[in-house]
C-alpha cells in the first residue's frame, strides 16, 4: 500500500471516529463509505438497506464469489480520549474500532480493484449495521448479502496484540450469547403457616444452586460453558410468602453443541425442580447470538497468508464477548482473526484507541487473503 493510499484511510476513519453513529443510525456513514467506493468505480449491489452498504469487485475470470465483513456502528459512550478527532457527539464513540474496521475493508477493496484483471472469481464488501445490538448480520442475511458467496471472512481489532500480529483459532473463537427469563409459580400464603402455601423462594434457590451440576455434571468436560443468574426478584414483605419468583441470567460457550443442549437441560431441571415443590415454571429463552465458529478447513490459508506476509502469527485466545459475525457462519464457512491494534484500553472503553498503522497491516491482509482463497 503506498503512503499516499494510508495517510488517505487515515483520514477516512479519523471522520468516522469524529462522526459516530449508532445502530441503525448508520445513515451518514452509509453515504460515505458509498461515495468513497464510487470513487474507485467499485460497484455497489442494489440490496434493500437501510443502514450499511454491500459492493463487489468482478474479477476478469470466472470462479467463485467470497466475502469480506466489516462492521461501522458505534456505541452509546461518552469518549474520554484526548485524540484531536475525538467524537464530535457527545455520548456517541467509536469505542469497538468498527471506524477501523470499515476503512481497513475500503482499503482492501481499493488494493483488489486494481488487481481485478488476475482475479478468479468475485470479492463482495459487506459494511455492515448494527453489529453491537446483533441485528445488523441478520438483516444483512435476509437482505441477500450472502447470495452466491461461498465463503466469508471477517476481522475484530484486537487491542492487546501489537500491529503486525494476528490471531488465528479454528472453532469457537467469540462466545454465544443467549439470555433466559424464568418465573417459578407457586401459592401465596402466611410465613407462619407455609404448608398452606407453595413456596417459590424456596423452589427458586434450589434451581440457583442446582442450575450449576448442568456444566458440572451435564456437560463434556471439554466444553466449556457459563451459565450466571444475574437477577432474581419475588417477595416484598417479611410475612408474606409470595406467589412467585422471577430470575434472568446469560448462557455463554464456545460449542455450538454444548449450545444446542443447555436450554433443554435448563427447562427440564426448572420443571423437575418446580412439580417436585408443587409449584410451576415459565421458562423463556431468547437465541441472541452464535458462536464466533470459525471454518477449520480455511485455518491453513488464513494463517499462511499472514505468515507469507510476514506477520507474527499467534493462537487466537477466544473471548467470552459477543459478535454477530456469527450469524454468517450459520449459513456459509467463515473464519474471523483477531487483528493486532497495540491500544491502550479493551474494547467499550472511554478511552478506547488504536494504533493507525494497523490500517495498512489489515487492508493488505484482506486483499491478499481474497487473492489466496479465489486462486485456490
Ligand atoms: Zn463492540
Ligand atoms: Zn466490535
Known amino acids: ?136 448480520a441478520k438483516i444483512a442475511v435476509e437482505k441477500g448479502a450472502l447470495e452466491g458467496v461461498s465463503s466469508i ?76 443468574i444475574t437477577s432474581i426478584h419475588g417477595g416484598n414483605t417479611w410475612n408474606v410468602i409470595p406467589d412467585s419468583v422471577e430470575l434472568e441470567g446469560t448462557v455463554r460457550t464456545f460449542q455450538p453443541d454444548a449450545r444446542a443442549a443447555i436450554p433443554d437441560l435448563m427447562k427440564n431441571l426448572a420443571e423437575s425442580i418446580a412439580q417436585g415443590n408443587g409449584g410451576s415454571v415459565e421458562f423463556i429463552w431468547d437465541d441472541y447470538l452464535p458462536v464466533v465458529n470459525n471454518d477449520a478447513n480455511l485455518e491453513e490459508i488464513v494463517r499462511k497468508t499472514a505468515a507469507d506476509a510476514g506477520y507474527n502469527v499467534v493462537d487466537g485466545v477466544p473471548s467470552a464477548g459477543g459478535e454477530d459475525f456469527a450469524f454468517y457462519q450459520t449459513y456459509i464457512p467463515g473464519f474471523f482473526v483477531w487483528m493486532g491494534v497495540n491500544g491502550p484500553q479493551e474494547w467499550h472503553h472511554p478511552e478506547y484507541d488504536l494504533n ?7 487492508s493488505e491482509y484482506f486483499a491478499q487473503l481474497a487473492v489466496n482463497v479465489l486462486s485456490k
Not at 410465613?191 to 427458586?204: K, R, S, T, Y
Not at 493507525?356 to 489489515?362: F, G, L, N, P
Open 1 to 136: 500500500m503506498s503512503n499516499e493510499l494510508l495517510e488517505d484511510l487515515i483520514g477516512k476513519r479519523r471522520y468516522l471516529h469524529e462522526n459516530p453513529e449508532l445502530a441503525f443510525e448508520e445513515f451518514n456513514t452509509t453515504a460515505h463509505i458509498k461515495k468513497w467506493l464510487e470513487a474507485h468505480n467499485i460497484t455497489i449491489l442494489p440490496l434493500d438497506l437501510e443502514t450499511g452498504v454491500v459492493a463487489e469487485i468482478k474479477g476478469a475470470f470466472a470462479g467463485p464469489t467470497i466475502a469480506i465483513r466489516s462492521d461501522i456502528d458505534a456505541l452509546p459512550i461518552k469518549e474520554e480520549t484526548q485524540v484531536p478527532f475525538k467524537s464530535k457527539t457527545d455520548g456517541k464513540m467509536h469505542a469497538c474500532g468498527h471506524d477501523f474496521h470499515t476503512v481497513s475493508i475500503l482499503g482492501a477493496a481499493i488494493l483488489l480493484n486494481d488487481q481485478k484483471d488476475k482475479l478468479h472469481g468475485s470479492v463482495r464488501f459487506i459494511f455492515q449495521a448494527a453489529e453491537e445490538i446483533a441485528q445488523g
Open 153 to 228: 471472512f471477517g476481522m475484530h481489532n484486537k487491542p492487546d496484540l501489537p500491529v503486525g500480529t494476528i490471531g488465528v483459532k479454528s472453532g469457537g473463537l467469540m462466545a454465544s450469547v443467549d439470555k433466559f427469563k424464568i418465573k417459578f409459580n407457586g401459592v401465596g400464603g402466611h410465613a407462619g403457616i407455609p404448608h398452606n402455601a407453595i413456596d417459590p423462594i424456596v423452589i427458586a434457590s434450589q434451581y440457583v444452586t442446582s442450575v450449576q451440576t448442568i456444566i458440572a455434571r451435564r456437560l463434556n468436560l471439554f466444553d466449556n460453558a457459563v451459565i450466571s
Open 356 to 362: 493507525e498503522e494497523a490500517i495498512k497491516v489489515a
